[in-house]
């Protein structure tokens, strides 16, 4: 597959590099993450009304740009690399992307037209709270009374899911197993039975939280699809999502070889720059090989998310073009993020500096939604069946 920025991709790119240089800096992360909620709403609101990133991929129908994934992508890179704290991967890499691809139009035309047109903020709830990261995570359940669901079970690992106006959430049909019986429904956040905690985390920029749902009940508008058959669906979603979080990966890769480069390029030692050590120089040049690398992964993964939305010919590709794009940058930022540290010495892990921000984000993102040994496995899998 060959690929290249077009004139419009590079300028998409190239504003939101200088937008989030001048609204994310060291200081406004550091402000944020302080906060229980972790996002500066102001600045939230900023990005939807003169950015409009939150409706890059949403058709121009339910009052998105129409654009593409990689678009989306791109503007992640972006996001990774600055630390934005906002609830943009939540909102846009979940919860946009399961209305479009298990929304019905009534529930796209209500929910997209809300977060474009003013920001509504949303998740995707589905793990109960185990290790796996595949259908065997959804433990909640529900089950038919007359024309409603009522759902029960307990969600954990909810990216900005005490903020998020709207929650979607997977549940699996009481006695259901596997990727059977699993559906999607959508829960406005006040829905009662509802309650919400925010889980502190070591990755203080990106905050999570855990669901309990006691009793639920929706009526039938809130499904999403058909009952039972939701799995296919959500297995795109988190594809998606991971491909969206493997770019943020790749930006933080580059944030960090541009400080290592920058600081060991000051730092004297026996009256030279360290940057002028041998070992040094090949330390460097490991960790920019890895952030190229990792960065042609990425806009692999998106032109195939991009065909899994469109129902495009390689859209069967996307589970696999996912797990390569996640395993290997959630490898390759940890280790950046390790050799950066060593590479800053001491003040590596101090408070001042950011170094510990990134490395804290690269072992979070490691384990979100599947770290590399779970995606190779994955890989593994579909090879032998």
């Known amino acids: 597959m060959e690929f290249a920025f077009t004139e419009e991709q590079e300028m998409i790119r190239d504003t939101a590099s200088s937008f989030l240089a001048e609204v994310s800096t060291s200081a406004a992360v550091r402000a944020a993450m302080a906060t229980e ?24 129908e339910f009052g998105g740009m129409g654009l593409g994934y990689v678009e989306v992508v791109a503007t992640m890179e972006q996001m990774g690399r600055y630390l934005l704290c906002s609830p943009y991967f939540s909102t846009v890499c979940l919860a946009a992307n399961a209305l479009l691809l298990a929304g019905s139009d009534a529930q796209k035309a209500e929910w997209l037209g809300r977060m474009c047109e003013s920001g509504h903020t949303a998740t995707v709830a589905f793990n109960g709270g185990i290790s796996d990261w595949g259908a065997d995570a959804i433990t909640a359940t529900w089950r038919r009374e007359g024309d409603s669901y009522v759902l029960n079970g307990e969600y954990r690992y909810v990216v900005d899911g005490h903020t998020a106006e709207l929650l979607i959430v997977a549940a699996r049909e009481e006695g259901s197993g596997g990727e059977q019986g699993i559906s999607l429904f959508l829960l406005p956040a ?21 669901l309990q749902l006691s009793g639920v009940t929706l009526a039938q508008p809130a499904l999403m699809g058909e009952a039972g058959g939701a799995w296919t669906h959500l297995s795109a979603v988190l594809d998606l999502a991971a491909i969206a979080l493997a770019a943020e990966q790749v930006g933080g890769c580059q944030q960090l070889l541009d400080q290592v480069v920058e ?11 360290i940057a002028s050590f041998q070992a040094v120089k090949h330390k460097a040049a490991d960790m920019m090989l890895q952030t ?10 998106a032109c195939i998310a991009q065909e899994a939305l469109d129902g495009g010919p390689m859209a069967a590709e996307l589970g696999d073009a996912a797990s390569v794009t996640k395993s290997y940058c959630s490898d390759a930022y940890f280790a950046i993020a390790g050799d950066a540290l060593q590479l800053f010495g001491g003040v590596g892990f101090t408070w001042e500096y950011d170094i ?11 384990h979100l939604l599947g770290n590399g040994a779970f995606h190779r496995e994955r890989i593994a899998q579909c090879l032998l069946d």
Request: hydrophobic share 30%; glycine share 6%.
């Open 356 to 366: 510990h921000l990134y490395f804290k984000r690269a072992k979070s993102s490691e």
């Open 263 to 273: 600081y060991t390029g000051e730092r004297v030692q026996f009256n030279r720059t």
């Open 292 to 301: 190229e690398v990792a960065r042609s992964a990425i806009y692999y993964g």
């Open 190 to 210: 006040e829905t009662p039975g509802v309650t919400r905690q925010w889980l502190p985390t070591m990755d203080q920029a990106r905050k999570q939280a855990s």
């Open 37 to 60: 909620q972790g996002y500066d709403g102001a600045l939230w609101h900023r990005i939807c009304s003169e950015m409009y990133w939150q409706a890059i991929h949403v058709p121009e």
